[in-house]
């Protein structure tokens, strides 16, 4: 997959985008200087990226969030920052999608400008979802974000996870669902996303392999 300065997380919801799109945010921080994670999920108030900006500011990555994110003060709106940061002067881009196709609308209103800087669309699948827990279910899904969000998927990211129940079975038992998607789509498998403990315990040889640290909790758990 070519590199672009724009890099879009989307997926159904539950699959796990936003801790996704935090940890390639941190680790394209390690590499690039001036990095920006936008937020544009106005859909979901539980896991939004922008709620962990402390964090992501603390390691120098600067984060657009929907106007009013973290109040109650109104239905979040997306920031007018946006416009003026896709104009450049950002090494890398990262943009946390909201889930499903409800979510990539907000997305489509800056298509046209996306489209015309370059951009990869990552697909985040996640197996034990009940509404994406077959390949066909979540390439139908996969259809209906591009089409809401009128960008091409270029690659898919298994994320497939049972939360803290997950383990080395979870993640080989996702294998053929994913390469079934891959092949259903036609697009490639571009990350692996594991749990850094699991990874470094079972010491995986999985191509695309992507450590990843728990940043996001539901709040019911904290």
């Known amino acids: 997959m070519e590199e672009k300065n724009i890099i879009i997380i989307c997926g159904h919801y539950g699959s796990g985008k936003t801790n996704f799109s935090i940890n390639l945010a941190l680790s394209e921080r390690r590499m690039y200087e001036k990095v920006l994670l936008i937020d544009m999920d106005i859909v979901n108030p539980y896991f939004r990226s922008s709620d962990y900006s402390s964090a992501l500011t603390e390691k120098g990555i600067d984060i657009i969030s929907p106007i009013y994110a973290g109040s109650t003060l109104d239905i979040p709106a997306l920031s ?3 416009d003026a940061a896709l104009s ?5 881009i990262i943009i946390d999608a909201g889930g499903d196709d409800a979510g990539a609308t907000a997305l489509g209103t800056f298509s046209s400008r996306i489209s015309g800087v370059g951009y990869n669309m990552l697909y985040v699948a996640n197996m034990y979802r009940p ?4 390949p066909e279910k979540a390439a139908q899904i996969l259809k209906e974000i591009e089409a809401a969000a009128r960008l091409k ?22 294998v053929n669902y994913i390469d079934k998607l891959s092949e259903l789509t036609g697009l490639p498998v571009v990350y692996t996303a594991v749990k850094r403990q ?4 079972s010491r995986l040889d999985i191509n695309g ?9 539901p709040p019911w758990k904290e």
């Not at 998927?153 to 996702?174: A, K, P």
């Not at 699991?198 to 315990?201: F, R």
């Open 131 to 134: 509404l994406a827990d077959t």
């Open 209 to 217: 392999l992507f450590e990843i640290d728990i940043h996001v909790i």
């Open 198 to 201: 699991i990874a470094d315990e």
């Open 88 to 92: 450049g002067g950002y090494q890398k």
């Open 80 to 82: 007018p920052k946006i």
């Open 153 to 174: 998927v270029t690659g898919i990211v298994n994320n497939s996870h049972l939360g803290e129940y997950t383990d080395i079975d979870t993640i080989n038992s996702s």
